[in-house]
T-cell receptor
Framework: DTGVSQNPRHKITKRGQNVTFRCDPI?????LYWYRQTLGQGPEFLTY????????KSRLLSDRFSAERPKGSFSTLEIQRTEQGDSAMYLC?????????FGQGTRLTVV | DQQVKQNSPSLSVQEGRISILNCDYT??????FLWYKKYPAEGPTFLIS?????DKNEDGRFTVFLNKSAKHLSLHIVPSQPGDSAVYFC???????????FGSGTQLTVLP
C-alpha cells in the first residue's frame, strides 16, 4: 500500500497527558499537511510542510501543539497537556501539487 | 467566516438517477477546486478536481462544473449507485502552500 499512513488509528488519553501521532506520506510527495476534523464539520487546516520546512501554521494551532517533519519524510504531531476540546479526528495529507491525498486519520478522545 | 459553503447537509436520491451536490465559495483567490468523498471513521478520498481556467471536468460517472462568475461549483454523479452513499466535501485552494479550505459536507444517500 503506497497511500498515506497514520498511526495510531485511535487514541484515548486522560486530560493533561501528552500524545503524539505519526504520518507517513506518499514517498514522492514533498508537501505534507495536518488537518483536524470535528463532528459535522469539514477538515480544518492546522499546518503545512514543504520537505522538512514548516511553512504555514493556522491560528488553530495553539502553543500546546507542535509538528515536525525531520528529513522531509514522516511527520509527527504532538499535543501537550491535552484538553477535552482536543478530541477530534486528526488527518494527515500529502501532495505534489494541488491535489492532496489523505490518510485514514487518528481519532483522539480526551477523557 | 466560511469561505466554502455547502448549504445542503443531506441529499437522498434514487439509484440510477442523477445526484447533484452544490458548493459556493466567497474567496476569489481560490484557483483550484476539489471534491472528496468520506466514509465514517476514514479519511477523505479524492474524487475529482477542476482548475479555475476550466468550467467542466469529467471522470467516468463524475462531472464537476465551475461557474466562476457565480462562485459556484457542483458535482454531478450519473448514474447514482448505493455505494456512492457517503459524505461529500467540496474544497478549494490557492497560493504556494495550497492548503485546502473545506465546506461542511453533504451526506448523500442513494436509495436502492
Amino acid at each position: 500500500d503506497t497511500g498515506v499512513s497514520q498511526n495510531p488509528r485511535h487514541k484515548i488519553t486522560k486530560r493533561g497527558q501528552n500524545v503524539t501521532f505519526r504520518c507517513d506520506p506518499i514517498s514522492e510527495h514533498n508537501r505534507l499537511y495536518w488537518y483536524r476534523q470535528t463532528l459535522g464539520q469539514g477538515p480544518e487546516f492546522l499546518t503545512y510542510f514543504q520537505n522538512e520546512a514548516q511553512l504555514e501554521k493556522s491560528r488553530l494551532l495553539s502553543d500546546r501543539f507542535s509538528a515536525e517533519r525531520p528529513k522531509g519524510s514522516f511527520s509527527t504531531l504532538e499535543i501537550q497537556r491535552t484538553e477535552q476540546g482536543d478530541s477530534a479526528m486528526y488527518l494527515c495529507a500529502s501532495s505534489l501539487n494541488s491535489e492532496a491525498f489523505f490518510g485514514q486519520g487518528t481519532r483522539l478522545t480526551v477523557v | 467566516d466560511q469561505q466554502v459553503k455547502q448549504n445542503s447537509p443531506s441529499l437522498s436520491v434514487q439509484e440510477g438517477r442523477i445526484s447533484i451536490l452544490n458548493c459556493d465559495y466567497t474567496n476569489s483567490m481560490f484557483d483550484y477546486f476539489l471534491w472528496y468523498k468520506k466514509y465514517p471513521a476514514e479519511g477523505p478520498t479524492f474524487l475529482i478536481s477542476i482548475s479555475s481556467i476550466k468550467d467542466k471536468n469529467e471522470d467516468g460517472r463524475f462531472t464537476v462544473f465551475l461557474n466562476k462568475s457565480a462562485k459556484h461549483l457542483s458535482l454531478h454523479i450519473v448514474p447514482s449507485q448505493p455505494g456512492d452513499s457517503a459524505v461529500y466535501f467540496c474544497a478549494a485552494n490557492w497560493g504556494s502552500a495550497r492548503q485546502l479550505t473545506f465546506g461542511s459536507g453533504t451526506q448523500l444517500t442513494v436509495l436502492p
